[in-house]
């Protein structure tokens, strides 16, 4: 069965910090790689995505892939108590429609 | 461009009645789904839309029914709801197969049968 893993927190990291999300996924042939922010009562909204190795940055935000070894990482820098939030990384499906998601990991930064 | 909407917004059924959650998104997207969140268990996909006209199964479909009724819109039934079923319903749409994978979801339902 096709997983992807997180650990769900919460992880607490003083504002200024960064802050460092991990997920691992199961299935090799996945291609792309998705991050969304969840707040507390609201929807998911995507905040990175990436399809290939190495780093990807946006602003304050850095996915890192690494197929080799099966694992998509978000990086947080300058954290701030706005980005509190439930973190769900999502995986492609290989060869359908779906995503694969991870259970989510609660991040709360400390004024 | 409202994006994905879902209506209602809030609901309480009595055990064994029936509804109807509505989802429409105004980006010309191909792909709908249907999702359900739960304490602790992450998303599950319960049914999914690749196109109009078509729908498939996900994780969780039973007590479900779908109608993708054009490309904008695709409802969510509960023909006899059950306690099991209180949960936040969310909608997702995406461009898949014409771009990538990535899903815009609407704001949510939060259903609560007694």
């Known amino acids: 069965q096709k997983e992807v893993e997180q650990n769900s927190g919460p992880l607490s990291v003083p504002e200024g910090a960064i802050a460092s999300l991990n997920c691992t996924y199961s299935?090799?042939?996945?291609?792309?790689f998705f991050w969304y922010r969840q707040y507390s009562g609201k929807s998911p909204e995507l905040i990175m995505f990436?399809?290939s190795n190495g780093d990807k940055e946006d602003g304050r935000f850095t996915a890192q892939l690494n197929k080799a070894s099966q694992y998509v990482s978000l990086l947080i820098r300058d954290s701030q108590p706005s980005d509190s939030a439930t973190y769900l990384c999502?995986?492609?499906?290989?060869?359908?429609?779906?995503?694969?998601w991870g259970a989510g990991t609660k991040l709360i930064i400390k004024p | 461009n409202a994006g994905v909407t879902q209506t209602p917004k809030f609901q309480v059924l009595k055990t064994g009645q029936s509804m109807t959650l509505q989802c429409a998104q105004d980006?010309?997207?191909?792909?709908m789904y249907w999702y359900r969140q739960d304490p602790g268990m992450g998303l599950r996909l319960i049914y999914y839309?690749?196109?109009?006209?078509?729908?498939d199964k996900g994780e969780v479909p039973n007590g479900y029914n779908v109608s993708r009724l054009n490309k904008r819109e695709f409802s969510l039934r509960l023909e006899s709801a059950a306690p099991s079923q209180t949960s936040v319903y969310f909608c997702?749409?995406?461009?898949?197969?014409?771009?990538?994978?990535?899903?815009?979801f609407g704001p949510g339902t939060r259903l609560t049968v007694t």
């Open positions: 997702a749409s995406s461009e898949f197969p014409t771009s990538g994978y990535e899903q815009y």
């Open positions: 980006m010309n997207h191909n792909s």
């Open positions: 839309s690749a196109s109009e006209g078509t729908t």
């Open positions: 299935d090799r042939g996945s291609q792309s």
């Open positions: 990436i399809y």
């Open positions: 999502a995986v492609n499906a290989n060869s359908n429609y779906q995503l694969i």
